[in-house]
Every structure is written in structure tokens, then in C-alpha cells.
């Protein structure tokens, strides 16, 4: 095959979250020095909920995201830097200072049935030259016909690709399949694939989203990423070299990158747990798993309890003040 793919590595903002938004300057540099010099085209520099993400309620980072994005340029002499952008967390104002020093590219996230919300990031990204995507997060709660409908929205905004994200880790391989040929069938612009480990179809996850035409392929180095972590990068490029499809990517310096940089921060291995299983099964945003641990500790009830809550309520992201209060009404229950 011939077919070539955009790999785009998170390490350095889905991976946020792992570590609780504690990256320094230095595990910054060494991490996109690694992956400049294994030539993954692009990588993500953010707090886990993107530009602005820093605050209680998300979670505090140790250094500002912005001295986090300078160093990655600086150190980025090949690869190019892109940013999240969730609009009602990131501001416009962000997104122009990210530009500025020197973010190539820019994803601009919602929830699967709120693309309408990004039309003026969207656009803001292709005005300042930025590779421009929607990012259609929770894509496990919305049919195919849902999905379409909203990535054309994010088309005619401007988006040149548009993203199935499986924030919750929730999608089989059929129903990646579905999402992804839809989408292939009705946007002119390229399609990707983000996804979550946490029912362990990570893998076979994104094997089906290539197999069905994406062409922009997320993964995080050593699956460092929410809940049970993301496609392994360096797993996938051997997947998919392995296939016969071309990365464009250095395997032996990504594994490198991935074993000097990325394994002496991990605080804990990037495993499937049982609470990080529960997230897939119910349906829950990934991102969601530590909140769900600090409030089962803080109140004294099962962190499952909580996630399989959140599921049935529906939650997304932005509404991790319930995380709490279901936490308390559990607790209630057990007096």
C-alpha cells in the first residue's frame, strides 16, 4: 500500500492528565526533541482540556501552558506544534497567543452534538495560517446520521479534517467503522481518529478508523493519556508499518523518544484498571477518572459507583462539578 498518514502524538496534552497537569519545561523539550527527531509530523502541547484549561475546576498546571508550547517550538525544527482549543474553556484571545509563538496547528473540540459552538475558533484558526480540525469529542453518543450532520458543520466552518474522538474509550471496531466511512463519504475534507484504551480496543479502534479512510492518527507515547491511556504511538506506527501503509516515522527514535522521556514522569503505569474499564462500559469522559478518584476518597464511597452515575446521567465535558455531587448523594445513600 501506499497510503500515507499524519500521526499526531499527545503525549504532551492528552498525557496531561495522567500526570495531573505537572509538566516542567524540561520534561517538555525532551519529549518533542524525541519526537522531532523520529519524525512524527505533529504533536499536542496543552493542559489536558486544552488552551485556558488550567483552573480548579480542571485541574491546575505547574508551569503556564504557554512557556510549555514555546519550548516544544523551540526544540520542533521539523515536526509542528499543535494546540486544543475547547471553546468555553480556551478563548479566542488563547488561540492568537499560541499562533504567535508558534503553534502550527490548532483542534478545535466539542461535543459530538455541538459543533455550532467552534464556527468562530474554526475560522480564527484558518485566518492565522493554522492547520485547522473539529474535534467531535463523545462520539459514542450520537448516531452516524448525528455525526455527519455535525462534522459538515465543522466543513463548512473551515475545518480540513474532521475527528471521530472516542473520549470515553466506549466504541467498538464496527461502530469506528461507521463513523469514520460515513464521514469519508460526505466531507471533502480529511478525516481522523482519536481514542481512548479504557475497554482495550484502542488498537483494533484505530486499525478500523484507517481501514475505513482516516488519514490523521492520534496516539500518545506509551499510551501516556485519561483513563486507560490512548493509542500506544509507538505501537500504532509498528501496527501500521506492519500493514503496509507508510508513517513517515522513525520506529527505533520514537521508542527511544518514548523510553527517555515519557517513562520516568508516569506515576503510575498506563494500565487498564478496573475503574478505567468502568469508563468505557458506561460511557464516561475519560478525563473524568481522577476527578471520580478524589471524590470517592473524599467521601467514602466506590469510584465505580460514581463513573457508572456520570454514565447514566449522560455526562460530558465541562460538567465535572457533578462528579462531586453524585460522589455526596452516594455517600448519603450509605449513612
Given at each position: 500500500?501506499?497510503?500515507s498518514?499524519?500521526?499526531?502524538?499527545?503525549?504532551?496534552?492528552?498525557?496531561?492528565?495522567?500526570?495531573?497537569?505537572?509538566?516542567?519545561?524540561d520534561?517538555?523539550?525532551?519529549?518533542?526533541?524525541?519526537l522531532?527527531?523520529?519524525?512524527?509530523?505533529?504533536?499536542?502541547?496543552?493542559?489536558?482540556?486544552?488552551?485556558?484549561?488550567?483552573?480548579?475546576?480542571?485541574?491546575?498546571?505547574?508551569?503556564?501552558?504557554?512557556?510549555?508550547?514555546?519550548?516544544?517550538v523551540?526544540?520542533?525544527?521539523?515536526?509542528?506544534?499543535?494546540?486544543?482549543?475547547?471553546?468555553?474553556?480556551?478563548?479566542?484571545?488563547?488561540?492568537?497567543?499560541?499562533?504567535?509563538?508558534?503553534?502550527?496547528?490548532?483542534?478545535?473540540?466539542?461535543h459530538?452534538?455541538?459543533?455550532?459552538?467552534a464556527?468562530?475558533?474554526?475560522?480564527?484558526?484558518?485566518?492565522?495560517?493554522?492547520?485547522?480540525?473539529?474535534?467531535?469529542?463523545?462520539?459514542h453518543?450520537?448516531?452516524?446520521e448525528?455525526i455527519?450532520e455535525?462534522?459538515?458543520?465543522?466543513?463548512?466552518?473551515?475545518?480540513?479534517?474532521?475527528?471521530?474522538?472516542?473520549?470515553?474509550?466506549?466504541?467498538?471496531?464496527?461502530?469506528?467503522?461507521?463513523?469514520?466511512?460515513?464521514?469519508?463519504?460526505?466531507?471533502?475534507?480529511?478525516?481522523?481518529?482519536?481514542?481512548?484504551?479504557?475497554?482495550?480496543?484502542a488498537?483494533?479502534?484505530?486499525?478500523?478508523?484507517?481501514?475505513?479512510g482516516?488519514t490523521?492518527?492520534?496516539?500518545?507515547?506509551?499510551a501516556?493519556?485519561?483513563?486507560?491511556?490512548?493509542?500506544?504511538?509507538?505501537?500504532?506506527?509498528?501496527?501500521?508499518?506492519k500493514?503496509g501503509?507508510?508513517?513517515?516515522?522513525?520506529?527505533y527514535?520514537l521508542?527511544?523518544?518514548?523510553?527517555?522521556?515519557?517513562?520516568p514522569?508516569?506515576q503510575?503505569?498506563?494500565?487498564?484498571?478496573?475503574?478505567?474499564?468502568?469508563?468505557?462500559?458506561?460511557?464516561?469522559?475519560?478525563?473524568?477518572?481522577?476527578?471520580?478518584?478524589?471524590?470517592?476518597k473524599?467521601?467514602g464511597?466506590?469510584?465505580?459507583?460514581?463513573?457508572?452515575e456520570?454514565?447514566?446521567?449522560?455526562?460530558?465535558?465541562?460538567?465535572e462539578?457533578?462528579?462531586?455531587e453524585?460522589?455526596?448523594?452516594?455517600?448519603?445513600?450509605?449513612?
Amino acid at each position: 500500500m501506499t497510503k500515507s498518514f499524519e500521526i499526531l502524538d499527545v503525549s504532551l496534552r492528552d498525557g496531561s492528565h495522567s500526570v495531573r497537569h505537572a509538566f516542567t519545561e524540561d520534561q517538555v523539550r525532551l519529549a518533542a526533541r524525541g519526537l522531532n527527531a523520529a519524525g512524527v509530523k505533529y504533536f499536542e502541547v496543552s493542559h489536558g482540556d486544552g488552551l485556558g484549561g488550567s483552573s480548579l475546576q480542571y485541574g491546575l498546571s505547574a508551569v503556564n501552558e504557554l512557556q510549555l508550547i514555546e519550548a516544544a517550538v523551540e526544540e520542533a525544527t521539523d515536526s509542528n506544534v499543535s494546540v486544543l482549543l475547547i471553546p468555553g474553556i480556551g478563548t479566542k484571545e488563547d488561540l492568537q497567543a499560541a499562533a504567535k509563538i508558534g503553534a502550527k496547528m490548532v483542534r478545535v473540540a466539542t461535543h459530538v452534538t455541538e459543533a455550532d459552538v467552534a464556527a468562530q475558533h474554526i475560522s480564527l484558526g484558518r485566518e492565522l495560517g493554522l492547520k485547522t480540525a473539529g474535534f467531535l469529542m463523545m462520539a459514542h453518543m450520537a448516531p452516524v446520521e448525528k455525526i455527519v450532520e455535525q462534522a459538515k458543520l465543522f466543513e463548512s466552518y473551515g475545518a480540513e479534517v474532521v475527528y471521530v474522538t472516542d473520549s470515553a474509550g466506549a466504541l467498538l471496531p464496527a461502530d469506528v467503522t461507521a463513523r469514520v466511512s460515513a464521514l469519508k463519504d460526505t466531507l471533502r475534507c480529511e478525516v481522523g481518529f482519536h481514542a481512548h484504551n479504557n475497554l482495550s480496543m484502542a488498537m483494533a479502534n484505530t486499525v478500523a478508523a484507517v481501514e475505513a479512510g482516516a488519514t490523521f492518527i492520534d496516539g500518545s507515547m506509551r499510551a501516556l493519556g485519561a483513563g486507560a491511556g490512548n493509542t500506544q504511538t509507538e505501537a500504532v506506527v509498528a501496527v501500521l508499518e506492519k500493514l503496509g501503509y507508510h508513517t513517515g516515522v522513525d520506529l527505533y527514535k520514537l521508542i527511544d523518544a518514548a523510553n527517555e522521556s515519557i517513562v520516568p514522569l508516569m506515576q503510575q503505569p498506563q494500565e487498564i484498571t478496573g475503574s478505567s474499564l468502568i469508563l468505557g462500559y458506561a460511557g464516561v469522559y475519560s478525563s473524568f477518572l481522577l476527578h471520580a478518584q478524589k471524590a470517592a476518597k473524599q467521601f467514602g464511597v466506590d469510584e465505580r459507583d460514581i463513573l457508572m452515575e456520570l454514565g447514566r446521567r449522560k455526562t460530558v465535558g465541562g460538567q465535572e462539578d457533578l462528579i462531586y455531587e453524585v460522589a455526596q448523594n452516594l455517600s448519603s445513600l450509605n449513612v
